[in-house]
């Protein structure tokens, strides 16, 4: 018997770890196929809410985010780089210069979450993003990238600009935000199961596969 869990995915487009957490969600659940079925939906979670317009560089944002110096950010990055290709995603750390503001992206995968309420679509833009930002280093700031992505995923671009240019969903984003906030989120990314279980961190395949059985045998 297939048993249904609802994964609500609180994370951020400019998060490495959401986009290694993700890959690692998702080896998890194909080697558990026929036994569960996951309604996986996005939420949103801005690491830098008040990124100006024009980002910052990576490595002066780490610095005065963490206080960490070159040396460790560099390390910091090639471990995320191998995490990564172990899950088989790339991250193009030379291309990722600069980070941005993502509340635009949120917005439109928001957006998508109403338009496809099976969460495919929105599934499908958030990877698009991911992989913009961390493997082709775009901007995902940018109404022209994000509309190009949604088109690249068989969403309607002109209702994709027009969600970016009227503001529509910010309200809706906001509340988001501070729900999961009030919750104690506050590090993403931040996996939540059925609505009562937690799974934190870009965690191994191993223990999304371990937690989900569990979840599942319950």
């Not at 998060?15 to 290694?20: D, E, G, S």
């Not at 040396?71 to 290709?85: D, H, K, L, M, V």
């Not at 949604?150 to 969403?155: K, P, T, Y």
């Not at 309607?156 to 600009?161: E, H, K, N, P």
Request: glycine residues 8%; contains cysteine.
């Amino acid at each position: 018997m297939t048993k249904p869990l609802k994964i609500d995915f609180v994370s951020d487009v400019s998060c490495p770890w959401c986009a290694i957490g993700l890959q690692s969600l998702q080896t998890a659940l194909g080697r558990l196929e026929g036994q569960v079925q996951a309604d996986i939906h996005f939420q949103p979670f801005e690491l830098n809410p008040n990124m100006g317009p024009a980002g910052q560089d990576i490595t002066e944002h780490l610095s005065e985010k963490y206080g960490s110096t070159p040396e460790q950010a560099q390390a910091a990055r090639e471990n995320i780089r191998a995490r990564g290709a172990a899950l088989g995603f790339e991250f193009a750390m030379d291309k990722r210069g600069r980070i941005y503001n993502t509340f635009d992206a949120h917005r439109l995968l928001h957006w998508a979450g109403e338009v496809d309420p099976t969460g495919a679509k929105q599934m499908a833009l958030k990877k698009a993003m991911l992989k913009a930002y961390f493997t082709d280093g775009k901007d995902p700031s940018k109404h022209l990238t994000l509309v190009s992505l949604a088109f690249e995923v068989g969403l309607d671009s002109v209702a994709a600009q027009a969600v970016l240019t009227t503001g529509r969903y910010a309200d809706e984003v906001r509340e988001q935000e501070q729900f999961y906030q009030s919750q104690g989120i506050h590090s993403v990314p931040a996996i939540i199961i059925n609505d009562q279980h937690l799974i934190s961190g870009g965690q191994p395949p191993e223990v999304f596969e371990q937690a989900l059985r569990q979840i599942a045998a319950e």
